[in-house]
Nanobody, 125 residues
Framework: QVQLVESGGGLVLPGGSLRLSCAGS????????MGWFRQAPGKEREFVAV???????YYGDSVQGRFTISRDNAKNTVYLQMNSLKPEDTAVYYC???????????????????WGQGTQVTVSS
């Protein structure tokens, strides 16, 4: 089994920055793909970013150019640097991980086997 624990959420002013972290433990050798999703109240879970084992990264349209995903494989940790935050970025952010998946399915929450508990990000003045 794999456990994922997120940290780094909080309250930030519009235009500000936050960095989320997600540390994996357990059977981490099975983790190849790591990503971030978010879910605002009353909305579906939304794809934010993904980091493949190959080093490729992809982003959701709404965060492209503002967010950056990175990972430290030695620490089994993935990060999400969020800049130029907007009120509409307010959501619970979830870390997700799985084995190898095709980029065709990267935006589907059902493609990921393991999930963290989520961390709240609130962007407000």
């Amino acid at each position: 089994q794999v456990q994922l624990v997120e940290s780094g959420g909080g309250l930030v002013l519009p235009g500000g920055s936050l960095r989320l972290s997600c540390a994996g433990s357990g059977r981490t050798f099975s983790i190849i793909t790591m990503g971030w999703f978010r879910q605002a109240p009353g909305k579906e879970r939304e794809f934010v970013a993904v980091s493949f084992g190959s080093g490729s990264t992809y982003y959701g349209d709404s965060v492209q150019g503002r967010f950056t995903i990175s990972r430290d494989n030695a620490k089994n940790t993935v990060y999400l640097q969020m800049n130029s935050l907007k009120p509409e970025d307010t959501a619970v952010y979830y870390c997700a991980a799985t084995r190898v998946i095709s980029s065709t399915f990267m935006k589907r929450p059902s493609s990921y086997e393991y999930w963290g508990q989520g961390t709240q990000v609130t962007v407000s003045s």
